[in-house]
């Protein structure tokens, strides 16, 4: 069993930075790959960054690709995502999510980020 909280977010103007962060309890969060999701007003929640448990791999959406990074310190049970060059599209509830084997059982309540233009 897994818990996750997120936390982070928050407003920021366009161009401004902020880091979301994802802590997990459990002693085998660090078996688990994890998944950032954003879900803005009326559309639908698209991924945005993934990092595997070891941490070696990530990868990230391409309209995020060198704005937004994905890290993790499984010492801490947290997941981090740091997002530089915010834009107002970036405006959303960040979620992440913890799995094993590709299926993504565990996400936290969410953080509100809006970037005002």
């Known amino acids: 069993q897994v818990q996750l909280v997120e936390s982070g977010g928050g407003l920021v103007q366009a161009g401004g930075s902020l880091r979301l962060s994802c802590v997990a309890s459990?002693?085998?969060?660090?078996?688990?790959?994890v998944r950032w999701l954003r879900q803005a007003p009326g559309k639908e929640r698209e991924f945005v960054a993934g990092?595997?448990?070891?941490?070696?791999?990530?990868y990230h959406r391409n309209s995020v690709k060198g704005r937004f990074t994905i890290s993790r310190d499984n010492g801490e049970n947290t997941v981090y995502l740091q997002m530089n060059n915010l834009r107002p599209e970036d405006t959303a509830v960040y979620y992440c999510?913890?799995?094993?084997?590709?299926?993504?059982?565990?996400w936290g309540q969410g953080t509100q980020v809006t970037v005002s233009s």
């Open positions: 999510g913890a799995g094993l084997r590709g299926l993504y059982n565990y």
């Open positions: 459990g002693r085998t969060f660090s078996s688990y790959a």
């Open positions: 990092i595997s448990a070891s941490g070696g791999t990530t």
